[in-house]
């Protein structure tokens, strides 16, 4: 079947008039314009993925707050799933991933009892992902994960420049509101800033403040976390282990390098 082109939606009559000088069809010479807020993991994937799918007909801007990128914080968990969309989308950015990683989906892992240490239950993380023909569940480390993204890509990711709202062109189209009043036109906005979200915030009407008032609810656990050189008996055949006890719960998990990753889950007022 031949490929469609892309096209942009629907103009009112008055709008076209407006727009005349651009095309409804989506091109190199003209192309859809796709603004991302925020360069954390979920930006910087979706910008890869928008850009490379677009074929040169999509324009990707990542607008992120911070200057520069500096190591903040620990590892994260991938799943089998994320790891082949990865891979599905460019096996040279997999392999480099791959590389960094510490693949903990192919020992056991699961609930233990936190005064007893037997196990509750034992989750079965390697046998659905073998028979999807997935890759296991990995660990990587953040700031290893958004360099590999970074590199890729260039020019895409703008520093220095938080989105705190947005409004709506009367055409066609979106101004992200920067932290600096100024204004950036797009055709998309993407909103990937995180918990605190000034995109989701201005969408649903809602205060873009932290604190009392905000629309973030403390769940009533606080998380004390680390990471610590430690090689304990069952490392090679455990991924990770959940302790459960009242009102509290501990996670500790192998990230490779011969270190541990522990959270220490506590019901505090």
Do not use: H
């Not at 990542?62 to 190591?71: G, I, N, Q």
């Not at 680390?226 to 455990?238: Q, V």
């Amino acid at each position: 079947a031949r490929a469609q082109p892309l096209a942009r939606a629907p103009l009112t009559s008055r709008a076209r008039e407006v727009a005349a000088d651009r095309s409804d069809v989506i091109s190199e010479e003209d192309p859809l314009v796709v603004l991302i807020a925020g360069g954390g993991v979920g930006g910087l994937t979706a910008a890869k993925a928008i850009r490379d799918q677009g074929r040169g007909r999509v324009k990707v801007r990542v607008l992120e707050r911070v200057s520069d990128f500096k190591l903040f914080g620990g590892p994260i968990q991938l799943a089998s799933n994320a790891l082949q969309t990865i891979r599905t989308l460019d096996p040279e950015i997999y392999k480099k991933i791959e590389a960094k990683a510490t693949f903990t989906g192919d020992r056991q892992c699961g609930i233990k009892d936190g005064i007893r240490t037997e196990w509750y239950a034992k989750f079965d993380l390697l046998g659905p992902s073998k028979s999807r023909g997935m890759p296991p569940t990995c660990v990587v480390a953040r700031p290893d994960l958004q360099k590999i993204f970074l590199e890729d890509l260039g020019e895409v990711v703008e520093t220095g420049t938080g989105v705190m709202g947005y409004e709506r062109d009367p055409v066609q189209g979106v101004y992200a509101i920067m932290a600096d009043g100024s204004k950036v036109f797009g055709d998309v906005l993407i909103g990937a800033d995180g918990i605190w979200s000034a995109v989701r915030a201005k969408m649903y009407g809602e205060p873009l403040r932290r604190g009392p008032g905000a629309t973030a609810k403390y769940s009533g656990y606080t998380v004390f976390a680390g990471e610590c050189y430690c090689d304990p008996p069952d490392r090679k055949d455990t991924g990770y282990k959940v302790y459960i006890g009242p009102g509290q719960y501990f996670v500790i998990s192998d990230i490779g390098g011969g270190q541990m990753q522990w959270d220490a889950f506590v019901a505090l007022p």
